[in-house]
């Protein structure tokens, strides 16, 4: 699905579902009968307490603002793609110097950024949710102007399967999509962007050649 590979299927005992896993890259995808519709995925959504007044969440954001975003840019034009209800990241970078805008399919979904570049793009918790990534991807990837940042956060698969089966990760029923480094190099393939920063664990920084 990232890299075009042939996959094998995955049975998840505990949950009920079956993933296609690629045996080229590893990126795991729930098969599509298992997604949640778009309105029991706004109830889930709904449900999460991403707001201001969780610090556990506050605190998580801003790690990945430190390290992800501020080391290579301070100021510019900031979208947050996917932000949620808080929506949080959106007012943290605001704060941080930015002049930021947020879109979220379900919360926030004016498109005015559609028509618009931007000099910083975050995307915190949405590679997992997508039907789509590579044209997401080739999406965010347009609206950043040259030399721009486009910082992500998702977490890497376990690359055992066993360990995948037993991962807290995808017991969220909205988490659709599992990434490896492997797919995460497939999915800039055909864009201009290049990775210039990782923990290898959860945060990937971009930057628009
Ligand atoms: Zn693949």
Redesign the pocket.
Known sequence: ?????E?SPLFDEKIKVVYDV??????TYKQPRFHPTPEQEKILYDFHDNSMENAGYVTMLKTFLDHAVLPYIQSGDALDFGSGPGPVLYELTKRAGFHAEHYDPFYHPQADYENKTYDLITATEVFEHLSQPLKTMAKLSGLLKPGGYLAISTSLRPEDDQAFLTWWYRRDETHIGFFTP??LA?LIRDVPLKRVYTNHKNHFTFKKE
């Open positions: 699905m990232i890299c075009g590979g996959t690629c045996t080229v890259c590893g990126f492997k797919a497939h």
